[in-house]
């Protein structure tokens, strides 16, 4: 485990890695169902507060093995049962977040007692990873050392915060110091001893693979939706339109995904991995979130929600607005050049994403609604595709031939 070389030709994900991410498929299901529920009752608080506690927990379990494994992945039996642990880990996580939920929905104590029994056994797992890999990569010991150190003292921190009798909102502070201090470590980390030697393309083929299984809500929000369309009026025109809007909206924020150029950039300033990397958690959520919104539109075709069009309409448009939005900051971040195209793109999406709810508000039917909305994230891929790619292109000659 002396490290991988960063610079390797070809380097793609792993079976083992695909395998791991399975299990993220269940947790984000339970994360999505979870909101979805909240949302439809009207709990928008609880709603929000236990997504975004889920949505930290699932992301960050994630992002822990995934730049480990891309430094340091030896794909020997140990790290293969090692993983296998670390999997377990995040089942036992996805198991607890419905309880979390509601103890925050009930305004009771934080109940993520069964969460941080699933983190305990991951990071057990990850802290051996890190020692081993410190052990035998002497050259970057203190850096290993460093976030083994750092997820021994998060994870102490977690578990305090289920044996001391908090009140819910002194263990959500506490919760977030704990956040700071998670956050924390791999910045402090990565600036000894020159840093771990992930691969930038690695890492960004990863976090591309994970996107997808958060779109995976939007197929289940998208099935869940037809479905009730379908048992409360049949097959009729609108079951197609529901389908149309539910594939189209998750298609759209997928191919937008796929306009970062996010492993070129990282391979070029690997400085600029840390925004990048945590900023991919707020997509990530609001991928998610997007298919809980689709969720919470089903329950209003079968009358089971207890708000309005409106606002059911603005459970799917508000965090596809945040992931829109988070796209674009993302970008010039990574690229860090102000394209003015942009503006008009934005303004083409809002006025978009607006008509949509006025349309709502004059009382159209859901699925046209929806169908209306498929079109904010249509705005940017349309962009793109005529001149954006080209602009791209653009800015990274600009850059080479300014090195040069």
């Known amino acids: 485990m002396a490290g991988r070389d960063p610079h390797e030709a070809h380097r793609v994900a792993t079976p083992l890695e695909l395998l791991f991410d399975l299990t993220f498929v269940t947790a984000f299901s339970l994360a999505s169902s979870q909101l979805a529920h909240a949302l439809a009752e009207g709990h928008y608080a609880a709603a929000l507060l236990g997504f975004g506690f889920a949505s930290f927990a699932i992301c ?10 891309s430094a ?26 419905p309880r979390m939920f509601a103890s925050i929905e009930h305004g009771e104590h934080l109940n993520n007692s069964v969460m941080v ?17 410190a052990r035998q990569d002497p050259v970057r010991r203190r850096s290993c050392l460093t976030y083994a150190i750092a997820i021994a003292i998060a994870q102490v921190g977690w578990v305090v915060q289920i044996l001391v009798d908090f009140s819910l909102e002194t263990s959500l502070a506490f919760g977030a110091i704990l956040l700071l201090i998670e956050l924390a470590g791999p910045v402090i980390a990565e600036r000894r001893d020159g840093g771990t030697p992930w691969h930038a393309h690695h890492v960004a083929e990863r976090y591309s693979l994970f996107a997808i299984i958060a779109l995976g809500e939007g197929v289940v929000g998208t099935l869940a939706t037809l479905s009730a369309v379908v048992e409360e009026q049949g097959w009729n025109l609108d079951a197609a339109l529901i389908g149309v809007a539910g594939m189209g909206l998750t298609f759209g924020m997928w191919w937008v995904y796929y306009m970062l150029p996010s492993g070129t950039v990282l391979h070029q300033h690997r400085n600029r991995s840390f925004v990048w990397g945590y900023g991919q958690m707020l997509i990530v ?6 298919g809980a919104g689709l969720h919470v539109a089903a329950y209003f075709i079968e009358h089971k929600a207890h708000i309005g069009p409106v606002a059911t309409l603005l459970c799917v448009a508000i965090p596809l607005g945040v992931f829109l939005a988070a796209i674009y900051a993302l970008y010039y971040y990574l690229v860090q050049r102000f394209d003015p195209f942009h503006v008009w793109l934005l303004a083409g999406t809002a006025a978009v994403v607006a008509l949509a709810v006025i349309a709502a508000l004059a009382g159209i ?9 498929t079109l904010a994230p249509a705005v940017s891929v349309v962009g793109y595709e005529m001149l954006g790619h080209r602009h791209q292109a653009e800015v990274f000659a600009d850059q080479k031939s300014g090195q040069h």
């Open 117 to 133: 029994l699933g983190y305990v056994i991951m990071r057990v797992a990850m802290i051996f990873q890190w020692l081993r890999a």
């Open 365 to 373: 039917d859901m699925a046209v609604c929806l169908i209306v909305l």
């Open 72 to 97: 340091y992945d030896t794909d020997d039996w140990i790290f293969r049962l090692v993983t296998m642990v670390q999997m377990i880990g995040v089942l036992v996580l996805a198991i607890g977040l």
């Open 60 to 69: 960050w379990a994630w992002i822990n093995f995934s730049w480990f494994s």
């Open 285 to 290: 959520a609001a991928i998610v979130a997007t």
